[in-house]
């Protein structure tokens, strides 16, 4: 697999095999690849889900369910690089338009297997 950009049906793969998962998937403890972006596998942060909730209003102001990541690592093409961010709020759980952009690397308590 490489370091950055997929297919758009290597990815579509990957969600239907539930490796990338919609944000109703992902539970609080679990640690997560938060992709920047769509059919993208080398840009993205990774961390542990420490609450689901509304983002600061700075942040979103919709009031809806977000992510909240403490972020241990930043990749960006596929290179480890340092975050600024120590917490991201990727988009709404509930006005998550675009579909899945989440890996499950780890549930809370448990490892996962890729077809978890
Ligand atoms: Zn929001």
Redesign the pocket.
């Known amino acids: 697999m490489s370091n950055g950009r997929v297919s758009i049906e290597d990815w579509n793969k990957m969600v239907e095999q539930g490796t990338i998962v919609d944000y109703k998937s992902v539970k609080w403890g679990d640690v997560v690849k938060s992709f920047d972006f769509r059919w993208d596998i080398g840009n993205y942060y990774l961390g542990r889900v420490w609450n689901i909730g509304p983002?600061p209003e700075n942040v979103?102001p919709?009031g809806?369910d977000?992510l909240h990541i403490a972020v241990e690592k930043r990749f960006v093409n596929g290179e480890e690089v340092h975050s600024n961010n120590k917490v991201i709020f990727p988009a709404?759980v509930d006005?998550d338009l675009g579909g899945a952009m989440i890996q499950i690397v780890e549930r809370y308590g448990y490892p996962v297997s890729p077809t978890d």
């Open positions: 983002a979103c919709c809806g977000h709404c006005h």
